[in-house]
């Protein structure tokens, strides 16, 4: 449990050591789950859901568009704008950008009347920039322009189609 949190610590700190240690160790793919989870529940929780049917809703709508946006990302940065070094598979960019969600735990703040938005918006900032630089480092990229490139655009699609899913929803 010790190294799990030490790893999240230097995660959120940018550590590029760190993101090649997650990505190259198969082992700690549950523990990339894991803060994904943690993140999300802090999230539903620092939102302000506050009964059960809430918070797992809330927290499985997070998890899929987590996925969805690492696969998009996956697709994106490998097939479309890969560099002549990258190599990468699905495993390594998802334990990458799970660590890259370590700041996410810190949402649980967004509790504190008044923070909400501030909290949110700060570790959003926060979740993108390390998310960033798991990218660069999952698929070997020579620098954090291409990677911001491959984030955004997955984003992008990503929120397309969660808003137009949301749209046919309601």
């Not at 030490?6 to 959120?12: G, L, P, T």
């Not at 798991?134 to 969660?162: E, H, K, N, P, T």
Request: aromatic share 14%; net charge positive.
């Amino acid at each position: 449990m010790k190294t799990l949190f030490s790893r999240m610590i230097r995660a959120a700190r940018f550590d590029a050591n760190t993101y090649e240690q997650v990505e190259a160790d198969r082992g700690t793919t549950a523990a990339a789950v894991f803060i994904v989870i943690a993140a999300s529940l802090a999230a539903a929780l620092g939102s302000g859901a506050r009964d059960i049917g809430s918070l797992f809703g809330v927290t499985i709508v997070l998890l899929m568009t987590w996925v969805v946006w690492v696969v998009l990302t996956y697709i994106i940065g490998t097939r479309l704008f890969p560099e002549p070094q990258t190599h990468a598979d699905w495993g390594e960019l998802f334990r990458t950008t799970g660590f890259s969600a370590s700041p996410g735990v810190l949402r649980l703040f967004g509790l504190i009347p008044g923070l909400t938005l501030p909290v949110f918006f700060g570790i959003t900032v926060w979740m993108l920039l390390t998310f960033i630089v798991a990218v660069r480092q999952a698929l070997d990229y020579a620098s954090s322009a291409r990677a911001l490139a491959v984030c955004i655009l997955g984003w992008f699609i990503q929120s397309v189609l969660f808003f137009a899913f949301v749209k046919v929803a309601i």
